[in-house]
Every structure is written in structure tokens, then in C-alpha cells.
């Protein structure tokens, strides 16, 4: 028809060959949705789990293209092989279909995680997601090192937090300050004096975050000790 | 960390200032998907309605920036205000957030419109989605003035298409041929020479698609021929 | 050959249709360059009619595609035509071939302006080049009165200072000084009280910039007055 | 000013960290050019020599940032390491800085290799430009490699056509003919066969194309032989 100029209008950008591709997704404003549905401070095992059968289903799906996926709190990282030509690289194709299959997998195994809380439509999650491209194997080796490192410095920081909060019943104004300017190892020692907790004995999937094969294993493991090994071959 | 660099890969393209704002979605493969779930050939009103709600809920989310909303088949248009600043007018962010609060709806309502029909983990439904900026009140009227006559032009040919094949007993391949070469009065004429059936007693949400207002009224009417009062003000 | 693949990492952005599209070119480091050459501060009558008569040749190459060019200081901005297909819109051609076209201009009809002064080899002048995209008659003309009003500001600033400088005997320091925080009034009085010059005197080239029309005239004028007519019929 | 919002539709690309990046000039319609300066045919020593020369400049000024520069026919490729920061990698600035040095050295330099040829204000070279990345060692040298073999096969086509359109009285037509479809050994046979000529004892600057390294040396080698050479260390 005399309207189909309006097709033009579009770009179709690409990632440039030969580098590695990440796609990450993010939890719309979970700040909110976690309180909603009531998710426990600072993890909630449900929610994480939930996250991560997600992020298995999506990856078997594009099991060919992707080497790993790593995830901590609201987000997932998928990093895609350097010599996809999965949607001619396309990024719109590739971040979009990548959280539009997270989400209906999210909305479709909440209830398996939330037996009890349905979800109420006016309080559905989504996700935001961005398509990044790395050109080798240092700088995305580098990256997951980081989504590693920052899920590790969250949640020392969080699980202090929220146990001087709630089992020492400081305000959060007051946890903030006692935390504030503390390096690791005082976090940690704090932790241990004051809520009797040793921070090594916390879930390793608090600690770690969680890492999806491509067999769909999910381990809690130390990503920068065996960063080699999990990007061997590619 | 030392690792944080890796941020500076992420490229933060927006769409320029004082243009309108296209996000398209459409379903991924929804011929399977269609097919899968025992969609109504051509057009089945579950699975239109159920975009619609979709949509409807969408829209109503982002009220103060979207105009209006246009879908077909497995596809919705949401036309933004050319004044938005949602996210920084940032590509990655409206694309994947609208359809991944999309496929969250979607999910979310499909019971309710298929209620025999639950979803299967392993075929579930997702989209893929596109910004693409278009700079003045004129291509804005022509993009939804495009899709307008592309459901137009399917449906008909869609709907002779499958009465041929399924009233007459055609094969597909003897339907196609019956209607290669044919305009559009000729397709009318033999959905009623042939099948019995006027073209203008079809369904309204078939023949002209569904279009969502900001006040979240679903209408099915003649785009073209109101094209002017539906973007008046803008 | 084997290697061709190598052609596939090329991106080849274009703007969208419909948009006006702005060349700016601007002198490298043309603060040295001035000084090198002694370009008389703050302007030089020379330098600018170098840059003009560039700047008519170029539009004139490009006649059909142009609208206007206008420039001031070391800089020249081409504003093309909305409905441009040049090279399909492609950024890099525009923005490359234009300020190569402009650098070639100026070697060459150096010496026709400065017969004095042969250009040398270790100190050549080059240009910055940028394409941007204006949407609609509006923002283009604001983006033309932008520079004018930027050009009467520089001047404004320049001319008190270098006669503060030069005709007073303050210090670059003093003269900075002096000037800090007045408005244009003030700026006005103080080259009139101090150095006896009536700012509405000063050349109109440097008062108002120079505009280049279609037919190559060379004008300085009132952008802001006359702005809707520049653009009447585009 | 209140026009200052124009500054908003800027987008500033930039390239990736890490990436090798690759600027390419080009001559504009350097058919057109070569023939009003009557450019010997295929091949001119003197235009070859200025090209070499404008993009020795280039790169000295340059130095830092450049592994080494090739050129052939009205080409040069600099190749940029790929840990600099030049420009903060913004492609606008790179692209359009080299085209317009080249370009001011190339109408400065001019004369002194066609020193009976003034240039005509009407018909001035001027060239356009591109950046692309190459995110590895190997494809950097695959794009240096498809520069190399692309001299090669145009250089032996054309010595051959124009030998024997020149020396053989052949018409272009007949020349082209002749040559269609024959690969490499049976063009230099015809060529020794027919013209008397030995293609190996062509200068090897027509046969190799033009390296500049960071020293500014000028060679004509075999490049695929020395490839790793050529960017050892990168
Ligand atoms: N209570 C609880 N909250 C969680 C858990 N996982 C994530 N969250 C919350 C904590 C953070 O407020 C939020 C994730 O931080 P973000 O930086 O992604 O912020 P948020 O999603 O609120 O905003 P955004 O839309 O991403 O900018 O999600 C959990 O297991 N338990
Ligand atoms: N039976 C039936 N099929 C429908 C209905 N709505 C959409 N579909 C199917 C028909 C088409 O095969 C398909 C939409 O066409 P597309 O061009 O979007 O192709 P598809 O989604 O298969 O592939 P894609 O991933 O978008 O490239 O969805 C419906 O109401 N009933
Ligand atoms: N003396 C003198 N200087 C001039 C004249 N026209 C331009 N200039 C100088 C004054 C400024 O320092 C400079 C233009 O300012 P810019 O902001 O473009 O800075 P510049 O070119 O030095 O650096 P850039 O490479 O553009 O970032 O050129 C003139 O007519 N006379
Ligand atoms: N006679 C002669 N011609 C040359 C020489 N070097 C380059 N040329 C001419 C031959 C080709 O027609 C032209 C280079 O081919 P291009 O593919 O770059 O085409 P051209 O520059 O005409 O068009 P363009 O603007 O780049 O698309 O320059 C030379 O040394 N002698
Ligand atoms: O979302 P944040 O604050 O963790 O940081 P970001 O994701 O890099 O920011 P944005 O979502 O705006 O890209
Ligand atoms: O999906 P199609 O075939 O209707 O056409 P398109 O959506 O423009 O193609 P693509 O999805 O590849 O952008
Ligand atoms: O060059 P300036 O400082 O006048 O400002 P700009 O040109 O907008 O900055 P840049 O040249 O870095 O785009
Ligand atoms: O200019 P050509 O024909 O050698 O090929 P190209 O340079 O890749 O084409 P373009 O200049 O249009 O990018
Ligand atoms: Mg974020
Ligand atoms: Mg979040
Ligand atoms: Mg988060
Ligand atoms: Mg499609
Ligand atoms: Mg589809
Ligand atoms: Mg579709
Ligand atoms: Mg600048
Ligand atoms: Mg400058
Ligand atoms: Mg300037
Ligand atoms: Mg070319
Ligand atoms: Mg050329
Ligand atoms: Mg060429």
C-alpha cells in the first residue's frame, strides 16, 4: 500500500561479528514488587529459585547459542557465543525475545514458587534488558567476574543489614550508619559479634549467586576461581 | 572493582527529541503457537480479545505517554507522545519494557480466555519488540494507517482463504490458486458467490483490527477515515 | 577472496526520513591555528571570507540538497533539505564528504585570502565534521538561531575583551575580570565608556555571522528576524 | 539561550573498548578526478606518491594512536590500536578529523608532485570516510589481508586491460572480453604472451599497495607473508 514508506523509519542495528554477546535482564522496580509479595529480607529462597528455573528455561531454549547464565537478585545475564548469528545479531530481536520468554516464564512458574500468593494483575513483574557486546574472551570473563564481585559485596552487605535490623532491632538508619565505611572483613566480623552469625555458613546461593550450564545445571560456585574452566572452548 | 569497566561497553542509544515513538510487538512464531493451542483458523476471538486486555493493560500503565494502541493478529502498535521523556527516550529500555509487561499480561490472562486451555511450559508465548521514531503528525497517521490496511488485506484473504478450505473443501493449495492474481471485490465475490458469505457481515474486530484508546476503550473502527480526529492534540 | 567477510563488521547508519539534517563543521584547534597564522583577534576579516567562500562552494556542489548554510568562528553548519535522499541518508558519507569538500575548499583559496601567509605543511588546518537530525521546521530554525544568538554572544564578549586588551592596556586577566557577570547592556556600555566604540558600528560579519542562500549569496543578517522566511517553502 | 535544546538531538556513537579500529578514506569519484587531471593509466606514480605522502603525514600526527596505514588506488586504511582513547572512540570525530587532514595534505601537496597541474577550484579532490571496528588480531589482519588481495587482482586486471587497449591497439570492449573469466596465471600470460610484459617486473608498488609504518617508512611488501609481523606486539 502507499503507506508501507513508513517502514523505513526503521533501523535495524546489528552487534559487529565475532564478539561476545551479553544479554541482561532486570527486574522492573523490584524494590516494590518484592515488598508486595512479600519476599523475605534481604533473599528470598523462592523468589532466587524462581529466577533461576526462568533462566534455565530460557537458556535450553537457546542452548546452542549461549555459553552460560549467571543471576543474583532481580537480574540474569546470558552471555551468547561470540559466533552467533542468532537474529542476524540484531539487537532488538535478540533483547527483546530474550526477556519477553523470561517473563512468560516468570509469570507462568510464579505459582510453583508463590503456592500461596497468586499474582495480582495490577502488580505483575517485568524486566528491562539491554544487549551488550564484548570483543574477547579477557573483557567477558571480566564481566561475569563482576556480576560476581557486586552480587558478593550486595549481599554481605544486605544479609548485615538486615540482621542487625531484625535480629538486633537497630533502626535501618542506625544499620546503615554502624555499616557505613566498613570494609569486607568488618561487615563480616560485625556479623559474627553482634547477630552470632558466621557469614561463611549462609546459603551459597546468597553468596555466589546462581550459574546455569548449558546442561541447565545450576551451581553456587566461586565464579572467579573457575572462570577459565567455564569459558574453556569458547 | 577492578572489573567495572566492563560498563563502558553498553551503548545507550535513545530515539531523538520531538518525534513520535512506535513500540511494535508481535508473537514469536505464532504460527506454532497458534497451531499448538487449537487457535480458531483464521481468526480466533480468544486469543484477539486476550491481546487486547493485554494491551489495554499496557496502555493504562503508561497512560500519560502513549496516544493510543493499535493490534492484529499477533501484533500491537503503541504510539507514544512525540514529547515523551519515559526512560530518557532510551531504546532498550521502552522496547523491552512494554513487551515484557506485555507477555507478563499475557500469561497472566490467558485463563481467563482460554480457560480449558492451560499453558504449557514448554510452548509458551513471547514477543518480540522494535522502537522506530517517526517525526511528524503525517508518517504517524500513515505508520497506523499501514498496519490498518495490512489487517484489512489479510483478513480478506485469510477468510475466503479458510471458508474455501473448509466449506468448500478445497485443498490449500487449490484455495491459493483460486484466490493468486485476485483484487479485492473479486475476493469478496467469491467468499459470497462461493461460501454464502458477505465480507461485511464479518466480525468489526476482524475486519478492522482493535484500536485502544487512553481511556482504555477498545474500538473497531475505520482508522483512515478517522485518522485525523484520532491524533488531534498531538 | 576469503578475507570479504571483514566487510560485514561495517555499520552503516543513515538518518531517519523526513528530518532536516545538519552538517557542522568546525576548525581543530583553530585557537593555535589563529595564533600560528596571526589571525588578528577576535576576528579576522581574512579568516572569515576564507571560510564563506568555502562555505558558498561547498553549498553550491551540493545546491539541490542544501537549504542554507551559515556560519561563524571556525565553524560552518549546512542545513539540508527534509526530503535529502543524499547518499541514502548515510551518516558517514555526509558528514566525511562535506567537511572533506570544505578542507579542500580552504587549502586551496588560502592564499587568495592570506597571499602572505603560505600555508605551512606542519600546521594545516582540519576540520570536525557531525550530522544531526532536526524533526520538524521548528527545532531547525531554533537550531539556526542557536548559533546566531551564539555568534552576537561570542562577539559581543570578544570585541569588549580584545579592545579592553589592546586599546586599554588591561591585562588578559584584568579584561576577564572586568567583564564577569555583565549582561550584553553592560558589555555594550563598557566598550563605548572605555573604548569609545559603538558596538552597532562593528562589522555586520561579525555582529551577525554569515548566512549562504541557495543562489550563493553571502548575507548578514538578522537570523532571528527573518527566520520564517529563510525557511519558506521547506 | 532558550535555543540551546538543539544540542539534545546530537547522538555521539561511539566504538566499543578493545576493538581495533579501522579508518578508510576513499576518493570521491575519483574516475571523474583521475581523468581531468589525465591520471596515467592504470596506474600513477605521482598520485600514488601523493597519496603515500598526505597519509605518512597523517599518521606521524597521528603516531601514537596508529599500528600502520595501507593504501592502493584512491584508498588509505589507518589502522587505530585497539586500546586508544582518541576522541573518546566518538566515530564522528575520528572519521571526520583523518578524512580532513588527508584531504588539507592532499591539496597542500599537490603540487610538488604534479607541479604542472595546478589544481582547479572546480575540481577538487576530496574523499570520503569510514570507521569500522574489528574486535580481534585475527580479523584486523583478514581486513589489512582483503586490502592486500583486492590491490592485487585489481592491479593485475588493469594492467593487462590497459595494456592491451594501450600497447595492442584492443578496444576496451575487446580487452574486457578477452579478460572475462580468466583467473590470475592467465592473465600474466596474456600479458607476457600479448603485451610482452612481465607482470613480476611491474613496480611493486603497483603490485603491492603502499604500507606506511609507525616510523613513517613507506614500503611495498608482501603483506600476507608478513602479517603476523605487521602487528606484532598489538
Ligand atoms: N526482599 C527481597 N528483595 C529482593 C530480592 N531480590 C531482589 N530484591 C529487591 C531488592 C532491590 O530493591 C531490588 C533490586 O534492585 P534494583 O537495583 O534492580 O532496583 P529496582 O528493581 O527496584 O529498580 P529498577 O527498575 O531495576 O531500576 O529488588 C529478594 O530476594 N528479597
Ligand atoms: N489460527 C489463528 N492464527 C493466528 C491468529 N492470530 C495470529 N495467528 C497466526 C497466523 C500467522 O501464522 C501468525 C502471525 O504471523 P507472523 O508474520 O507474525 O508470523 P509468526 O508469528 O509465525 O513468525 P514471527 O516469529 O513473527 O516471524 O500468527 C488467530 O487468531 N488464529
Ligand atoms: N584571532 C582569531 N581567532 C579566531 C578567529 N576565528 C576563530 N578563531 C579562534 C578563536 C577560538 O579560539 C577558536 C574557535 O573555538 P573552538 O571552540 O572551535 O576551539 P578550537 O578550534 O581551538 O578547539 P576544537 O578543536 O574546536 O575543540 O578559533 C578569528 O577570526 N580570529
Ligand atoms: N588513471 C588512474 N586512475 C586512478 C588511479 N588511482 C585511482 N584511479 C581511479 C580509478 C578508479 O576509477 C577510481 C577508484 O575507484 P573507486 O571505486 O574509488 O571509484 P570512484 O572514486 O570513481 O567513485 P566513488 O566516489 O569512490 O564511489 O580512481 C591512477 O593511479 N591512475
Ligand atoms: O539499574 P542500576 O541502577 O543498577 O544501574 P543500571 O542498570 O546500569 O542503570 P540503567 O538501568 O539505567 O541502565
Ligand atoms: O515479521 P514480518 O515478516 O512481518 O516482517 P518484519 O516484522 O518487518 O520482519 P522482522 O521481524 O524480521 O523485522
Ligand atoms: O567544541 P565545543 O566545546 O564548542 O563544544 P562541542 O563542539 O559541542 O563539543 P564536541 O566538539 O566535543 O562535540
Ligand atoms: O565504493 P565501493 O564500490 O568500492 O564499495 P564501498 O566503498 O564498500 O561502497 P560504499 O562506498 O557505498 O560504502
Ligand atoms: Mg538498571
Ligand atoms: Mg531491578
Ligand atoms: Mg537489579
Ligand atoms: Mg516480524
Ligand atoms: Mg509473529
Ligand atoms: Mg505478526
Ligand atoms: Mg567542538
Ligand atoms: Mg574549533
Ligand atoms: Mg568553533
Ligand atoms: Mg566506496
Ligand atoms: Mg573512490
Ligand atoms: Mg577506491
Known amino acids: 500500500s502507499r503507506f508501507e514508506y513508513v517502514r523505513d523509519f526503521e533501523q535495524r542495528d546489528v552487534l559487529i561479528p565475532e564478539t561476545y554477546i ?21 533473599n528470598d529462597m523462592r523468589a ?4 533461576n528455573a526462568c533462566a534455565k528455561n530460557v537458556l535450553l531454549q537457546y542452548r546452542s547459542e549461549v555459553i552460560l547464565a549467571y543471576g543474583e537478585s532481580d537480574e540474569y545475564s546470558f552471555i551468547l557465543r561470540s559466533d552467533t548469528t542468532l537474529y542476524n545479531r540484531r539487537i532488538d530481536k535478540i533483547s527483546s525475545l530474550f526477556v519477553s520468554l523470561f517473563t512468560s516464564q516468570y509469570v507462568m512458574l510464579w505459582s510453583k514458587f508463590f503456592p500461596n500468593d497468586p499474582l495480582d494483575v495490577k502488580h505483575l513483574p517485568f524486566f528491562d534488558s539491554r544487549c551488550v557486546s564484548y570483543p574477547n574472551l579477557k573483557c567477558i570473563k571480566d564481566y561475569l567476574s563482576w556480576r560476581f564481585v557486586d552480587t558478593h559485596i550486595n549481599n ?51 553468596k ?12 553456587h560456585i566461586d565464579v572467579i576461581k573457575k572462570i577459565d574452566e567455564l569459558f574453556e572452548g569458547y
Chains 1, 2, 3, 4 share one sequence.
Not at 28 to 39: D, G, I, Q, V, W
Not at 183 to 205: H, R, T
Not at 209 to 215: A, C, E, M, Y
Request: overall charge positive.
Open 22 to 42: 551479553v544479554v541482561r535482564i532486570d527486574g522492573k522496580k523490584f524494590h516494590e514488587f518484592s515488598n508486595y509479595y512479600k519476599f523475605e529480607k534481604p
Open 208 to 219: 555466589k549467586g546462581s550459574l546455569v550450564t548449558r546442561k541447565g545445571e545450576i551451581l
Open 156 to 206: 554481605l552487605y544486605n544479609t548485615v543489614f538486615w540482621q542487625l535490623v531484625q535480629k538486633c532491632g537497630l533502626t535501618t538508619r542506625e544499620a546503615e550508619n554502624k555499616l557505613s565505611g566498613t570494609v569486607s572483613s568488618e561487615k563480616q566480623e560485625i556479623l559474627f559479634s553482634e547477630c552470632g552469625i558466621n557469614y561463611n555458613n549462609e546459603p551459597e546461593m546468597f
Open 48 to 51: 532466587l529459585k524462581l529466577m
